[in-house]
């Protein structure tokens, strides 16, 4: 686990308690200390991400929104606001979510594939049972059970775990 301060070394969970709140921080030990000197002055939680004095200035083009708005109540004005203020917002937004990227929704990898293998077997399946019922109607054994196997070694594949046969 990564300090969400600088990214770079290993975090340690803090528990604080700010305006009679509990926050829980993953911070390296320099990063913490940075934030919280040990002569007890813990400033507020979202000035320590978006840096210091000489920054109280910046505002965003759009919306006007300023840094010391966003310390005091740790929102932003627009969505441009992210663009003005990315470098003091990656902290942030890496304490907050973890990751600076987005990795998105969609399953990585074979997912696809195997998902239109799990659709066709599972498409084989229901047709399989509506040949058995139509088969059993009928009073036709050998069909059923010849009918029963092939559903039997679908079921293993989808159920079972089993690979391509």
């Known amino acids: 686990m990564l ?5 770079k ?3 340690k969970l803090y528990t604080r308690e700010e305006d009679g709140k509990k926050i829980t921080l993953r911070l390296c030990a320099e990063c913490y200390e940075k934030l919280y000197p040990e002569r007890g002055e813990g400033g507020d939680f979202f000035a320590s991400f978006v840096g ?5 200035g910046k505002c965003c083009p759009a919306c006007g929104t300023t840094l010391a708005a966003f310390r005091h109540t740790g929102l932003l004005g627009c969505a441009y606001c992210y663009t003005a203020f990315r470098a003091e917002l ?6 907050a979510q973890g990751k600076l990227h987005h990795e998105g929704k969609a399953p990585s990898g074979r ?16 047709r399989l049972k509506a ?12 069909v059923v059970n010849e009918l029963l196997g092939k559903l039997a070694a679908i079921n293993r594949r989808l159920y079972g775990g089993e690979g391509e046969e």
């Open 9 to 11: 070394n290993t975090a």
């Open 52 to 56: 210091g004095e000489g920054k109280e």
């Open 111 to 126: 997912a696809d594939e195997q998902y239109d293998t799990i659709r066709e077997l599972v498409h084989e399946q229901e």
């Open 90 to 95: 990656l902290p942030a937004v890496r304490y």
């Open 131 to 142: 040949c058995i019922r139509a088969a059993e109607a009928e009073g036709d054994d050998f």
């Open 3 to 7: 300090c969400a301060g600088c990214g």
